[in-house]
T-cell receptor, first 114, second 115 residues
Framework: EPEVTQTPSHQVTQMGQEVILRCVPI?????FYWYRQILGQKVEFLVS????????KSEIFDDQFSVERPDGSNFTLKIRSTKLEDSAMYFC????????????FGSGTQLSVL | AQKITQTQPGMFVQEKEAVTLDCTYD???????LFWYKQPSSGEMIFLIY??????QNATEGRYSLNFQKARKSANLVISASQLGDSAMYFC????????????FGSGTRLSIRP
């Protein structure tokens, strides 16, 4: 079965550094998402992306965050200047369309900001 | 605004028993979808079941069924004949089709199956 691939599985960074989290969505999917989950808490929506632009974003997704689909297969989340509170599991997800019944999630990137 | 409520932070169930995980939602949209995801200790998010707001039949997927009560805005997950491997975090989620592309998750229920 096709799957969403995320790299790296773990990322450790110093506060203030930039990080890029990478995702390869399923090839025929059109909608892409980033979610995050702080340890022990709920899964929070960050941003959705369609047709090479952001279709929706949450209040969490402030100016330090950006997303990009640089080459037609990768989908990246950049955090410009990391803070301690950015430490979380970051999940990429994709779906065929907006009304498809499910999102396919990647296995996540655990980001630790020291 | 969307809202998903899961009132059971944790549950313990004996192996082979059935278990119901509660979920209520709030939306002003007529068209929406409801989902359940399982998150084992390894961390991945596993899709379990989906119910569309216009579906007349309750969704079923193997041992999982969704008890959809539209008037009460509830979408409880029923797991029949629970197994040790069912121990995990379970998230209810919703997507409003008229406007948002995102899925919003509830706070989750941690299910522990006792042998």
């Amino acid at each position: 079965e096709p799957e969403v691939t995320q790299t790296p599985s773990h990322q450790v960074t110093q506060m203030g550094q930039e990080v890029i989290l990478r995702c390869v969505p399923i090839s025929n999917h059109l909608y892409f998402y980033w979610y995050r989950q702080i340890l022990g808490q709920k899964v929070e929506f960050l941003v959705s992306f369609y047709n090479n632009e952001i279709s929706e974003k949450s209040e969490i997704f402030d100016d330090q965050f950006s997303v990009e689909r640089p080459d037609g297969s990768n989908f990246t989340l950049k955090i410009r200047s990391t803070k301690l509170e950015d430490s979380a599991m970051y999940f990429c997800a994709s779906s065929v369309d907006r009304q498809n019944e499910k999102l396919f999630f990647g296995s996540g990137t655990q980001l630790s900001v020291l | 605004a969307q809202k998903i409520t899961q009132t059971q932070p944790g549950m313990f169930v004996q192996e082979k028993e059935a278990v119901t995980l509660d979920c209520t939602y709030d939306t002003s949209d007529q068209s929406y979808g409801l989902f359940w995801y399982k998150q084992p200790s390894s961390g991945e998010m596993i899709f379990l079941i989906y119910q569309g707001s216009y579906d007349e039949q309750n969704a079923t997927e193997g041992r999982y069924s969704l008890n959809f009560q539209k008037a009460r805005k509830s979408a409880n997950l029923v797991i029949s004949a629970s197994q040790l491997g069912d121990s995990a975090m379970y998230f209810c989620a919703m997507r409003e089709y008229s406007s948002a592309s995102k899925i919003i998750f509830g706070s989750g229920t941690r299910l522990s199956i006792r042998p």
